[in-house]
């Protein structure tokens, strides 16, 4: 486990416009946070850790915003945007559709790519892939913390599931990381225990 000096820890972004559709709604990438979120994102600012070195980002527009509020009300800088930490990529044909609205093609490929992690649906990413990318992040990510010190990795419900999963391989740690919560504006250490839960 890395020292204190070399924490990383990981936050999901504050809630963002695609909850006005449905929780189950796919958001676009470029989704901009709502006012709650807005208000979530300060609340959240005013209790994270005082000794961050920066905070990098994922470059969806919900995770940007959410960073940038952050720095600007606790102080810590914005180190980078890191495209390792996007969420997940779903196909681009079920954005702005809830899952009742999927085409039978997707809705086959949804129950069984588990059974083959390496399939991709259209220019959906692999859940292989995925989870190589969640492990490529954790790489970078604790390289930059030796570097500079402890940091704080705004990104994902789903990419920040698989990191904290991944472990367990490429299809459960995706189940995992869609099954269970993480609230908008939590923090966890990576490898270890919430810090600041909704």
Wanted: aromatic share 8%; glycine share 4%.
């Amino acid at each position: 486990m890395a020292s204190s000096n070399h924490r990383v820890d990981l936050a999901r972004h504050a809630q963002d416009e695609s909850v006005r559709v449905t929780p189950a709604y796919h958001p676009r990438p470029d989704s901009p946070l709502t006012a709650c979120g807005v208000e979530q994102a300060l609340a959240a600012a005013k209790n994270l850790a005082a000794d961050y070195a920066g905070i990098v980002y994922s470059p969806l527009l919900r995770a940007e915003q959410t960073a940038s509020l952050f720095s600007e009300t606790s102080g810590v800088p914005l180190f980078a945007q890191m495209s390792c930490l996007s969420e997940w990529r779903p196909p681009s044909c079920v954005y702005g559709k809830t899952p009742d609205e999927y085409d039978d093609a997707y809705r086959q490929w949804r129950y069984t790519r588990t059974e083959n992690p390496s399939l991709a649906y259209e220019d959906a990413e692999s859940l292989l892939a995925l989870h190589d990318r969640a492990a490529f992040a954790v790489r970078e990510l604790r390289r930059l913390a030796a570097e500079n010190g402890p940091l704080l990795a705004v990104s994902h419900k789903v990419l920040l599931g698989v990191i904290a999963s991944r472990s367990l391989g490429p299809a459960e740690a995706f189940r995992r990381a869609t099954g269970e919560p993480w609230a908008h504006c939590e923090v966890r250490t990576l490898d270890r225990e919430p810090l600041i839960k909704a």
